[in-house]
């Protein structure tokens, strides 16, 4: 056993919380969300040019073949800062899409320029009903003679839809009862393709992108035609992760920055963290806190060591979802009204447990699986 | 970082396991679930001991095995899992000894250490700590330890002292400097005390369980030889919060009732297949869940904190985190068992009718002490925003 980071992980860790509290203060986190692409194309640049967008891809398409405990790291810090940029739908979802499903042509297409940072993917996975329909999915995809597919269909929450080169999504084939659905891909600008701003709670750009008659050539079909569901599984579990990490560094800046007021605050002539409702209410997010670092890295390292670990990941998403939306809900508690204004931070981290909690599937979906896991 | 346990570790495990499972078949013990700790066979630690497993955690130099704490961890996983009785040296194992090698004298460790991890008989401690009026406030004790000559003079009274009735040893905090102008945590001292000596008075206190496990214990006038005086004098209080870690971080804070928790499972997998469907199973099945996954986190802080003392870490708040955490784990365990198996549930130990292989409805009554003992969750709140996060008094 062995619950620290190792040298280099600390290393690695400490290069990409430098980076990010330097470029990514929340006052650039505010302007980010204001402009109209939704991330910063500088601080993109940065981190492509320091080979984060390829931590976990293979050499041979420009990649550093890290371990995922890395990525799992990057998006802890992110989560500190509440970066917003395409990282998670670009790098995680559709880079680890493509790396693990696609044929070498496919790779060698989408990942060098991705992992340069001058392609953007995303994939869009939630149907008009807000659910991950892969495994049924509600689009359909229509064959030609020609050979190509004519897509119809509506996904909504999709992350930068507005940028994307390339968009990702499962599709079932028309008139193919046998086979499952079959991942595609479409140029983000194709014809047919309305692509619409979505307004959420948490401002980072979603769209809702509707399919009308996009014709899309059988050579972008990633991986098997009919396995599209199996392709997404494994990519979805690590997504799940590493949705699990960016949490928890969100949980951990609402520590640091509550129990930080908590000194600062002054009522009745002493600091307000000296009363002990304001302690016990610290405490036990201090308690929460530890439980969900535990349950998240031990996911990460499972993952990180190829180990099957269905249950694990399960049991970490619904654990982190509910601890960390209740230390937002107790935070804002104790800011008390300056947390309740636009103005002051805390509440972009309310939001973004909201957000977190609700993305692939809440505690009561995952404790459903884990109920299927232990036999019940 | 890694989760895994090694080999040798593994191989630990697999060793206890297959003992405490032919010491069961063997009908040694019986799987009661209920109080911390609450049964004990002074054969039982005998053989645990001819296995090297009392002490384990102990320095070679003592006669221990030099493992860390996470292997001692890994033993009383697989003891706890079937309860089985450790009572008899648990608390001279963990608190007494290490408390012993840290401050005692070359006599107290050569007197003591080798009775405790061989388990020889007259060899059973208790603590005698809380008093009426010192609880949460241990350093408010107000029994007193009067030097005179080479002897002190102890007078006074201790409570909730348990196993005091049946121990041989008790383990004492007691006022040793009257100075007013001193704080009260630098007035008290350890002092090791047989329980045989005249003066002292033991009275049972039946608990809301209807069991006797803790006492009230008196002390009139009782003369103790200063060799019993453990470390220094006045630094009683000190000595004693160093060693909370050990007591806070122990895995029987999360396994007291394993059986019920295993049972609940058994339970739940046997209803009948009509009663599997629905608005009720889809709760119970939500909530066992739920359970899981609190039982795995408890498991993972239990380890991470042993882990952390291997380390040479004094993790006094993350100790305090996983005794917080996996004492009222426990409370919400046995009401959502409780919940589960309906009215029947009430029925005690020994009635015909008893729902499952434990007995729940006592696990349920003793689950109200579980937060008290070793500090209070209020208490151990305070020290986790205190000492963890650092506001203020
Ligand atoms: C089953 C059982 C076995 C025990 N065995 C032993 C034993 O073997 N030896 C021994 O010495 N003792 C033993 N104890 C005693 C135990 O350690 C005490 O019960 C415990 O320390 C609390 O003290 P108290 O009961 O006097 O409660 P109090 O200290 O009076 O506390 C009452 C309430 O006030 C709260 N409170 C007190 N101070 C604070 C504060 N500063 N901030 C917030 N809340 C506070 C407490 O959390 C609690 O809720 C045992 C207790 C039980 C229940």
């Known amino acids: 056993m062995d619950f620290a980071l190792n040298n280099e992980q600390e290393m690695l860790r400490r290069s990409f919380a430098e980076f990010l509290t330097k470029e990514c203060p929340f006052d650039q986190v505010r302007e980010i969300k204001k402009d109209e692409a939704g991330y910063s194309k500088d601080i993109w640049k940065k981190m492509a040019r320091l080979g984060w967008l390829g931590l976990i891809f293979e050499e041979q398409y420009g990649g550093s073949e890290g371990s995922f ?91 930068y839809a507005n940028i994307a080169d390339e968009i990702l999504f499962c599709a079932k084939i028309e008139g193919d009862n046998e086979g499952g659905p079959s991942l595609f891909s479409v140029n983000g600008r194709a014809q047919g393709l309305d692509i619409q701003p979505m307004d959420t709670i948490t401002e980072e750009k979603k769209y809702a992108v509707v399919f009308t008659n996009v014709s899309v050539p059988a050579a972008n079909i990633i991986g098997k035609i009919g396995r599209g569901d199996t392709h997404l599984h494994p990519v979805l579990q690590k997504a799940i992760v590493l949705k699990c990490g960016e949490m928890m560094g969100g949980f951990r800046q609402v520590v640091d920055m509550t129990v930080e007021y908590a000194k600062e605050r002054h009522q009745f002539g002493r600091p307000i963290g000296s009363f ?33 670990c269905a249950k694990e990941v399960a049991m970490a998403k619904a654990w982190c979802s509910d601890v960390y939306k209740k230390a937002t809900q107790v935070s804002q508690q104790i800011h008390a009204g300056i947390g309740f204004t636009e103005e002051y931070n805390i509440q972009l981290f309310f939001k973004h447990a909201k957000e977190s909690e609700l993305m692939f599937g809440h505690s009561i979906f995952h404790r459903s699986k884990v109920a299927n896991e232990i036999g019940l | 970082m890694n989760f895994k346990f090694t080999e040798s570790q593994n191989e630990l495990r697999r060793q206890v396991r297959e003992f405490v499972e032919a010491e069961l078949a063997a009908g040694t013990f019986k799987v009661v679930s209920k109080a911390l700790v609450a049964q004990f066979s002074i054969e039982f630690s005998r053989k645990m001991a001819e296995q ?30 079937y309860q089985a009785p450790v009572g008899y040296h648990f608390m001279g194992e963990r608190q007494i000894g290490p408390a012993l090698m840290k401050f005692g004298t070359d006599w107290q460790r050569d007197h003591f ?32 330890a009067i030097k005179e000559g080479d002897d002190y003079i102890i007078n006074g009274q201790k409570v909730w002292t348990s196993e005091g009735h049946v121990a041989d040893y008790g383990w004492l905090l007691a006022k040793t400097n009257f100075d007013e102008s001193l704080p009260k945590h630098r007035t008290c001292s350890e002092f090791i005390v047989d329980m045989k000596m005249p003066g002292i008075t033991i009275r049972p206190l039946i608990n809301m369980v209807g069991e006797h496990t803790f006492n009230e214990v008196f002390f009139d006038n009782v003369r103790i030889s200063k060799k019993y005086l453990v470390g220094q004098e006045d630094a009683g209080f000190k000595q004693i919060m160093a060693q909370m870690n050990y007591e806070r971080s122990g895995i029987e804070r999360l396994l007291q009732n ?41 498991r993972l802080l239990c380890y991470s904190t042993a882990w952390s003392i291997d380390q040479g870490e004094t993790p006094t708040s993350q100790a305090a985190i996983s005794k917080a955490f996996c004492t009222q784990f426990e409370q919400r365990l046995n009401d959502f068992a409780m919940a589960v198996i309906g009215p029947n549930s009430i029925i005690r130990e020994g009635a015909k009718w008893m729902p499952l292989v434990v007995d729940v409805a006592a696990c349920y009554l003793w689950g109200v002490s579980y937060t008290l003992q070793g500090g209070s969750v209020e208490i151990l709140k305070n020290i986790i925003a205190q000492r963890g996060l650092g506001l203020p008094r």
């Open chain 2, 258 to 298: 394993y059986p019920v928790y295993s049972e609940l499972k058994r339970f739940i997998n046997e209803m009948d297949e009509s009663e599997k469907t629905g608005e009720y199973f889809f709760w119970i099945r939500d909530k066992m869940a739920q359970l899981e996954i609190e039982f795995t986190v408890g």
């Open chain 1, 69 to 159: 405990l890395d990525l799992f790291v990057l998006f802890e810090e992110i989560g500190k800062v509440l970066l917003p940029s395409p990282l998670f739908t670009s790098i995680v979802l559709a880079g680890l899409l493509i790396q693990e499903s696609g044929t070498d042509e496919i790779k060698n297409k989408y990942l060098p320029p991705m992992i340069d940072g001058k392609k953007i993917l995303t994939v869009a996975l939630l149907n008009e009903k807000g659910m991950i329909d892969g495994d049924n999915p509600s689009i359909i995809a229509k064959k030609v003679p020609e050979g190509d597919f004519i897509i119809n269909g509506t996904r909504l929450l999709v992350p």
């Open chain 2, 52 to 81: 090297g497993w009392i002490g384990i955690n102990w320095p070679k130099e003592y006669g221990g095995q030099g493992l860390g704490q996470v292997e001692k961890m890994i033993m009383l996983e697989e003891m706890f899992k």
């Open chain 2, 113 to 144: 250490l080798p009775k405790i991890i061989s388990a020889e008989k007259g060899i059973m401690f208790c603590l005698l700590f809380s008093e009426p009026d010192a609880g949460s406030d241990l350093a408010a004790v107000s029994t007193t």
């Open chain 1, 276 to 308: 002990q409702a304001i302690q016990h209410y610290c405490a036990d997010m201090a308690i929460d806190l530890e439980g969900a670092l535990l349950i998240a890295y031990q996911a990460a390292t499972l993952i990180s060591d190829g180990v099957s």
